[in-house]
């Protein structure tokens, strides 16, 4: 059985969708831990899925990843779909395709750019010139109404920038958009995923240690959030579908049906209710796995308590 607190946790949860219509991508980034595997997802499959969706559920937020979604064609008009039907859209986007005047409602649309620090780190990660390219993107975006966040890989060489890549920003954009930190994936998470576990190059973007990532999780907003809870309902490209974006183990595909999917998610809710060892975190849908930071987690709530 759920505690009350992870029920409704998963009640909002489930008004959430997360989408990767595809994995391929307009760069090369060193450190990218994705597989750029070809299959796409056909906007109509999507809005299908969506349709089913909402006759079960309350929906109102998307999130779309990828690969690169400003690379495809059609993606202004699956965003112009789903915010004239008062869904609220997240875009996870390198910020080098500008495709920004073809959204009809910036206000209803959070782009969440990814920037890995100051503009050398960044540009030694996605490629010269791609730093300032983003930074034009986020002016543009803000000065049109669209909502922005940022995420930002962390790693060895660029750990002890944290506040000089904000300042930056401040600079750059006239505010401080909220930055989610991502500790570069650590071996642990890249020898469990079965997909996703390009190791990548280190010399210029080393892994941070076990207590490095700690103290990232004490300190900053970071991804995977400290007290998890970011189980959602993620359909990947090739129709399989997720209890996360970055799950393992499929709960199903697109042929289910979303209730036979939802079922799934609690029900791998309900086996980590039953091994949880990290003492009052909002849950994982693979206790088994926990993105290789399960240690971690269960470290960190020992120096909390
Ligand atoms: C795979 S990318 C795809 C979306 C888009 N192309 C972009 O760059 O934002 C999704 C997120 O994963 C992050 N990411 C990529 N490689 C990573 C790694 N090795 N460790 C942690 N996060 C990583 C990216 O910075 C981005 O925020």
Request: aromatic share 8%; net charge neutral; hydrophobic share 35%.
């Amino acid at each position: 059985m759920l505690s009350q607190r992870v029920e409704d946790h998963l009640k909002l949860v489930l008004q959430h969708l997360y989408i990767n219509p595809l994995e391929r991508c307009n760069l090369k980034c060193k450190i990218c831990y994705t597989r750029k595997t070809s299959p796409i997802l056909p906007m109509e499959t999507i809005v299908a899925f969506v349709d089913a969706y909402q006759k079960v559920q309350l929906l109102t937020t998307i999130t779309f990843c990828g690969g690169e979604v400003f690379a495809l064609e059609y993606f202004p008009s699956l965003v112009n779909t789903m915010t004239h039907r008062g869904i609220f859209v997240q875009v996870i986007t390198n910020g080098t395709i500008d495709q920004l005047d073809k959204i009809t409602h910036p206000n209803n649309v959070n782009l969440i750019v990814s920037l890995d620090g100051i503009e050398s780190h960044h540009d030694a990660n996605r490629g010269a010139g791609n730093f300032r390219k983003s930074i034009s993107f986020m002016q543009k975006a803000h000065r049109l109404g669209f909502h922005l966040d940022v995420f930002s890989i962390v790693h060895k060489n660029n750990l002890g920038s944290l506040d000089q890549f904000e300042s930056l920003l401040q600079k750059e954009l006239g505010f401080l958009p909220t930055v989610t930190y991502h500790p570069r994936k650590p071996p642990t998470y890249l020898n469990a995923h079965p997909i996703s576990n390009i190791f990548g190059e280190t010399r210029e973007f080393d892994f941070l240690t076990k207590q490095e990532i700690i103290e990232l999780m004490k300190t900053r907003n970071v991804f995977p959030p400290k007290d998890l809870g970011c189980y959602q309902i993620a359909v990947a490209s090739d129709g399989k579908v997720y209890g996360c974006c970055e799950g393992t183990l499929p709960l199903g595909t697109l042929h289910n049906t979303p209730n036979e999917l939802i079922e799934a998610l609690r029900a791998r809710l309900d086996v980590w209710s039953q091994t949880d060892m990290t003492i009052g975190c909002l849950g994982c849908s693979q206790h088994e796995f926990m993105c290789g930071i399960k240690e971690y987690l269960v470290e960190l709530a020992k120096i909390d308590s």
